[in-house]
């Protein structure tokens, strides 16, 4: 158990839809990552958080939001869902948002979008 | 931007056997270099990472890799596997300038004959 969670573990929804993930990082952790695994794209970076703020942006289409709340927390907004968006999304944590720390994972989010 | 291939898709060895798994990066840098493996259904653990000194790294469970500049490679090793190493083993490279944006190999199947 890494100590991050994500909610919920199984999505299934339609497209056009719009849904959100949540991860809690690991207690102590300022950082949180997204990243979407699927078979034909293999594990991508979305986009990276710290303490509220946002610090990088990877492959993240403009379809897709994140934000960090004051407790942590982050969500990842994906809205007008395609089929081509059924992944697993994982949420991943650090101590701090400098370049090194270790990444957690939390268990992911599987979005299957029918 | 960096980037890594892992040239194996998938590999089978038999239980006892000795493991290696390649991996090659490219960053015009000093690369910071991660191993991570990833049961089926679960997140990634992070096995050992690779950032400055000694270039043979060591990990959890028995694993290690050696930094290689001249070859730019980062490749996985054990002495003897056992069947609880199957699973699904991704190199990651870190920029060092681009505040932990990761990018992972497509990764390498392990399958662990008896």
């Known amino acids: 158990d890494s100590g991050v969670t994500q909610t919920p573990k199984h999505l299934i929804t339609a497209t056009g839809q719009r849904v959100t993930l949540r991860c809690s990082p690991r207690?102590?952790?300022?950082?949180v990552y997204w990243y979407q695994q699927s078979l034909d794209q293999g594990l991508q970076f979305l986009i990276q958080?710290?303490?509220?703020?946002?610090?990088a942006k990877g492959n993240i289409l403009e379809r897709f939001s994140a934000q960090q709340f004051p407790d942590l927390h982050s969500e990842l907004n994906l809205s007008s869902l395609e089929l081509g968006d059924s992944a697993l999304y994982f949420c991943?944590?650090?101590?701090?948002?400098?370049?090194?720390?270790?990444?957690?994972f939390g268990p992911g989010t599987r979005l299957t979008v029918l | 931007a960096q980037s890594v291939t892992q040239p194996d898709i998938h590999i089978t060895v038999s239980e006892g056997a000795s493991l290696e798994l390649r991996c090659n990066y490219s960053y015009g840098a000093t690369p910071y270099l991660f191993w991570y493996v990833q049961s089926p259904g679960q997140g990634l653990q992070l096995l050992l990472k690779?950032?400055?000194?000694?270039?043979l790294v060591q990990g959890i469970k028995g694993f290690e890799a050696e930094f290689k500049r001249s070859q730019s490679s980062f490749n996985l090793r054990k002495p003897s596997v056992h069947w609880s190493d199957a699973a699904e083993y991704f190199c990651?490279?870190?920029?060092?300038?681009?505040?932990?944006?990761?990018?992972f190999g497509a990764g390498t199947r392990l399958t662990v004959k008896p």
């Open positions: 690779y950032f400055s000194g000694d270039t």
């Open positions: 207690s102590g952790d300022l950082s």
């Open positions: 958080y710290y303490n509220g703020e946002e610090r």
């Open positions: 991943a944590s650090s101590v701090a948002g400098a370049y090194g720390n270790e990444q957690f």
């Open positions: 990651a490279v870190g920029a060092l300038y681009n505040n932990n944006d990761m990018r």
